[in-house]
């Protein structure tokens, strides 16, 4: 087939692209990654060292491998040049600190409450770059919009609504709205281009609220005998190792408006999930912060087992592999499920909330809760997907793999190929971050998988706390970005060349 001829202006931005990157590349490899961030899921603790682009490609590229990430031609095959451009552009931007440190300073000063010149440049700015990097539109309708472009490039998507943090009921009700909005404009979409739609708990239920129902369970678990009236059937929330020094002194018992507070937050997501159940969409709970996990948690199972019947498992909870006690979690909870006759589906993640978390135990006189090193982090994620991918071969359970690391993915495939769980298999997803690590996304893809893109939409003001996350995941030279940006830039050279001759 002949080669495309690309349109003047985006021919000269190619040209301007790639002549940039061949100027920066050699000075870039060079960047001190003494503070750099591991990019697998979410945050991670720092990497020992990060490889050469170059070589990094080359040992991902291994003839045995299940995943093929070297062919830059094949992975990027469906993706627009001018999409491809504005991703490299974006990932050129992010892996320069000083500029993602003021952007960061910015977005988290007083500058950013009031009206003024300052915040609508800064807002201009974040919309026409991270913003449409990382996330799918500002409302449904763009959302869908980028998912049907997604769809098309052979990956699915995971969509949603970006709110968290709420502290009153007015607040939670019209969050329902947003979150219910999103699984009616995901039934409208081409079926199966929508693989889950996500809800923080923090959207639907109060921060204050969440902390004070985790307060009590974990004093429950620190005393057996200590009751809970209002407390519902769940799954174990705890292990023997999970941390507990949250609540250093016995709770007071909810009041009755808290306990009406709680039974509305409750009733949301039980909204939600029955919506959910008449779209035949799963419903992923994403996780949060220790201090409030145990009430999101125990708020996910108790919804999981009224929904989850008959081999579909539709509300997902969510397991952080940074976290010490995951694995033992993740055993008590599909033990008990089991129990019931629960089936159950969980998304695997390494973890984003490591600095508020270590943090915090730093300031109690306690241990960290997350692995020592990034090793035993590693260890622990496989681990994890090792034991749900056994499940659903035993025809239970359900998992999605959200992971930016290019080992565990490939881990993951092979033990997927040999318990003999085929590919396209709808209890097995692969999930990346929208906007990072797309080579992983369609390496997995392509050798057969089904492979979703976390998409966040929602105004851009709504929005900043989870770019303020991406941002900092983002910062330095991170070895899978790098691996991003050196195939996108063999593609668009290959592009170019093809163009002009």
Not at 339 to 359: D, I, L, Q, T, W
Not at 377 to 399: G, P, Q, W
Request: hydrophobic share 40%.
């Amino acid at each position: 087939m002949a080669p495309k001829l690309l349109p003047p202006k985006q021919l000269q931005n190619l040209r301007f692209f790639f002549t940039r990157s061949l100027r920066t590349s050699s000075s870039s490899s060079s960047i001190s990654t003494s503070a750099a961030v591991s990019p697998l899921n979410l945050a991670e603790k720092p990497e020992p060292a990060i490889q050469n682009p170059l070589t990094a490609i080359q040992d991902h590229a291994k003839p045995s491998s299940i995943l093929d990430i070297h062919d830059h031609q094949k992975l990027f095959s469906n993706v627009p040049t001018s999409k491809l451009l504005h991703a490299s552009s974006n990932l050129y931007l992010a892996s320069i600190s000083p500029m993602v440190d003021f952007g960061m300073w910015v977005m988290n000063s007083r500058l950013m409450e009031t009206d003024n010149i300052l915040r609508a440049a800064m807002m201009k700015t974040v919309r026409h770059t991270f913003f449409e990097h990382f996330c799918a539109g500002e409302d449904v309708v763009e959302a869908g919009r980028c998912i049907k472009k997604v769809n098309e490039s052979g990956l699915r998507g995971m969509l949603v609504f970006a709110v968290e943090y709420t502290g009153d009921n007015d607040a939670c009700d019209q969050n329902l709205k947003g979150f219910l909005d999103t699984v009616q404009s995901a039934m409208s979409l081409p079926p199966s281009s929508v693989s889950s739609v996500v809800v923080k708990i923090t959207a639907i239920c109060p921060l204050s609220l969440l902390e004070r129902v985790s307060d009590l369970l974990r004093w429950q678990q620190r005393y057996p005998s200590f009751n809970l009236p209002w407390k519902q059937n769940s799954f174990p929330l705890f292990s023997d190792s999970s941390p507990l020094y949250h609540t250093i002194e016995k709770p007071e018992p909810l009041t009755p408006q808290e306990e009406h507070d709680l039974q509305l937050g409750q009733e949301r997501l039980w909204k939600l999930s029955e919506k959910s159940v008449q779209a035949n969409i799963p419903l992923t709970v994403d996780a949060e912060n220790t201090a409030i996990q145990p009430a999101i948690d125990y708020l996910t199972y108790s919804a999981a087992i009224k929904y989850n019947k008959d081999d579909n498992p539709i509300v997902y909870g969510t397991i952080q592999a940074y976290l010490k006690d995951a694995k033992e979690r993740l055993l008590l909870a599909t033990k008990a499920a089991d129990k019931m006759r629960v089936p159950m589906g969980f998304k695997v993640v390494r973890g984003a909330y490591m600095s508020r978390e270590s943090k915090l135990a730093s300031a109690l006189g306690y241990d960290s809760p997350i692995h020592n090193s990034i090793q035993e982090t590693h260890a622990c994620y496989n681990d994890c997907a090792s034991f749900m991918l056994e499940k659903i071969a035993n025809r239970s359970d359900a998992v999605i793999l959200a992971t930016h690391n290019v080992e565990s993915g490939r881990l993951a495939a092979k033990k997927a190929l040999d318990l003999g769980i085929g590919r396209g298999n709808p209890k097995l997803e692969f999930a990346q971050l929208y906007g990072m690590s797309d080579s992983l996304s369609f390496g997995l893809s392509n050798a057969g998988f089904l492979v979703s893109k976390y998409m966040p939409y929602g105004p851009v003001d709504k929005v900043i706390p989870y770019l303020l996350r991406r941002a900092e995941e983002n910062r330095g030279m991170l070895s899978t970005s790098s691996i991003d940006k050196e195939l996108m830039r063999k593609e668009l050279k290959r592009r170019l060349k093809a163009a002009i001759f």
